[in-house]
């Protein structure tokens, strides 16, 4: 059966260079030859690690709308790149944190459903998160990509997650993944109409500032940041995944 197509080892065929790909998939003679970029297209590595790194501290109990709170929003998207894991070949496994490691699932091969099963009935903490504790369990495995689904909100925990993705990044490619709060976004796009709204935007746009300014910290530090809205969390991650895949970044 013919696996799938991306940047890997094993070499499938050339075609017309497209804007999202590897420099190093670009075919110099070929192009000089047909006088238009082309590329090397491969077929995916398979049996990669994915580990879903699951943030279950105080700041994922923040209501994200009527009945989902962010820790709801991450559990869905692990769900959803584990199932594509699956899909492709790539062994997947998760960990649950908070200020001690909740639960704690080795990478396997069709790992999704297990995934899903450790994961589905975890709930948040007030604790705070002790990230380079639980990135201190993760790090010593297997070069894998590890998703660490956790909140940029407060500036404090976001200091403490910049320090600890260097215990991540020496060995394992890493992304940080955080739902945009809906309130936030409201506030900025809807016009003040009494002095209070004007009050309530400014702090927003403190608010995201900080996140954005944590963001650039993270990726000074080794990780990529993903930043969607909750309704398109899951399809950002699984983009993301798929992304570092087929650049053969896993």
């Known amino acids: 059966?013919?696996?799938?197509?991306?940047?890997?080892?094993?070499?499938?065929?050339?075609?017309?260079?497209?804007?999202?790909?590897?420099?190093?998939q670009v075919n110099w003679k070929a192009t000089a030859r047909l006088q238009r970029p082309i590329s090397n297209q491969y077929r995916l590595d398979q049996d990669r690690d994915v580990v879903f790194a699951i943030d279950t501290g105080r700041l994922m109990a923040a209501p994200l709308d009527v009945d989902r709170d962010r820790l709801d929003a991450a559990?869905?998207?692990?769900?959803?790149?584990?199932?594509?894991?699956?899909?492709?070949?790539?062994?997947?496994?998760?960990?649950?944190?908070?200020?001690?490691?909740?639960?704690?699932?080795?990478?396997r091969r069709r790992g999704g459903a297990a995934v899903i099963q450790a994961l589905f009935d975890l709930e948040t903490s007030m604790q705070d998160s002790d990230y380079e504790l639980a990135f201190r369990r993760v790090g010593g495995g297997k070069r894998a990509l590890v998703m660490v689904f956790t909140?940029?909100?407060?500036?404090?925990?976001?200091?403490?997650?910049?320090?600890?993705?260097?215990?991540?990044?020496?060995?394992?490619?890493?992304?940080?993944?955080?739902?945009r709060d809906p309130e936030l976004t409201a506030l900025l796009r809807t016009p003040p109409f009494r002095p209070l709204d004007a009050y309530a935007a400014a702090v927003a746009v403190d608010v995201l500032a900080d996140r954005a300014a944590a963001a650039?910290?993270?990726?000074s530090a080794g990780a990529r940041v993903v930043e969607a809205e909750p309704s398109q969390l899951a399809a950002a991650c699984v983009r993301t995944y798929?992304?570092?895949?087929?650049?053969?970044?896993?």
Not at 6 to 11: A, E, I, P, S, V
Not at 80 to 98: I, K, M, N, W
Not at 152 to 164: K, M, N, R, T
Not at 216 to 219: G, H
Request: hydrophobic share 50%; net charge negative; with cysteine.
């Open 1 to 24: 059966m013919r696996g799938q197509l991306g940047l890997g080892t094993d070499f499938e065929s050339l075609r017309d260079y497209t804007p999202d790909d590897d420099i190093r």
């Open 75 to 107: 559990l869905d998207a692990a769900a959803a790149v584990a199932l594509v894991a699956d899909e492709v070949g790539d062994r997947c496994g998760a960990l649950a944190f908070d200020g001690a490691v909740r639960a704690h699932l080795a990478p």
């Open 151 to 179: 909140d940029l909100l407060e500036p404090w925990a976001a200091q403490s997650l910049v320090a600890a993705v260097p215990v991540l990044a020496r060995r394992h490619a890493v992304v940080v993944i955080s739902a």
């Open 216 to 219: 650039r910290q993270l990726a």
């Open 242 to 250: 798929l992304t570092l895949k087929r650049r053969a970044r896993l």
